[in-house]
T-cell receptor, first 111, second 115 residues
Framework: GNSVTQMEGPVTLSEEAFLTINCTYTATGYPSLFWYVQYPGEGLQLLLKATKADDKGSNKGFEATYRKETTSFHLEKGSVQVSDSAVYFCALGNRDDKIIFGKGTRLHILP | EPEVTQTPSHQVTQMGQEVILRCVPISNHLYFYWYRQILGQKVEFLVSFYNNEISEKSEIFDDQFSVERPDGSNFTLKIRSTKLEDSAMYFC?????????????FGNGTRLTVT
């Protein structure tokens, strides 16, 4: 079946540090991959997506590349800010109707 | 930008009581979903709804749960007899297209506390 595994948190970094949050997936066929972000007290917001192999999704300085050979979709940002503190969810959409989510990674940025 | 709205933001109920969680999806969206998030844990799929019927449901979505789109704008989740383990954040989401390429748009959630 389909599943998403992402690195355990919390991740604590200093402002301007480089960020990587690892995500790997298991799926049949050619899923679409997403990163969602959840700020405190809010719902999930789409951060970026990629719909086929080698696509790179990007938004707000975050990037992730769909790597079919390693079944990965790692989230990266070159220089994080305090305002990036949130919970990040890797997610997968496949031929059925739903999107499934990883367990989430809490990111805490220190000023 | 249009958004999904959910009410109430927080619902407290006693075990065994019925609750109805309400959602207004984005107006031109056709696919509707409920997810739940138990505190600090993963976001779990409950049910998807299209064309006035359930298109898929998870094993969590047992006979105690039901969904309805009563009037063309609201989308509700009913829990008939709440249990302590139903305490969670419940998120409504909608999607414009049925394609698995299109993202979900989420509301801010209803925090359900069962005492």
């Amino acid at each position: 079946g389909n599943s998403v595994t992402q690195m355990e948190g919390p991740v604590t970094l200093s402002e301007e540090a480089f960020l990587t949050i690892n995500c790997t997936y298991t799926a049949t066929g050619y899923p679409s991959l997403f990163w969602y972000v959840q700020y405190p007290g809010e719902g999930l917001q789409l951060l970026l997506k990629a719909t086929k192999a080698d696509d790179k999704g990007s938004n707000k300085g975050f990037e992730a590349t769909y790597r079919k050979e390693t079944t990965s979709f790692h989230l990266e940002k070159g220089s994080v800010q305090v305002s990036d503190s949130a919970v990040y969810f890797c997610a997968l959409g496949n031929r059925d109707d739903k999107i499934i989510f990883g367990k989430g990674t809490r990111l805490h940025i220190l000023p | 930008e249009p958004e999904v709205t959910q009410t109430p933001s927080h619902q407290v109920t006693q075990m065994g009581q019925e609750v109805i969680l309400r959602c207004v999806p984005i107006s031109n969206h056709l696919y509707f979903y409920w997810y739940r998030q138990i505190l600090g844990q993963k976001v779990e799929f409950l049910v998807s709804f299209y064309n006035n019927e359930i298109s898929e449901k998870s094993e969590i979505f047992d006979d105690q749960f039901s969904v309805e789109r009563p009037d063309g704008s609201n989308f509700t989740l009913k829990i008939r007899s709440t249990k302590l383990e139903d305490s969670a954040m419940y998120f409504c989401a909608s999607r414009e297209l049925g394609s698995y390429n299109s993202p979900l748009h989420f509301g801010n959630g209803t925090r359900l506390t069962v005492t």
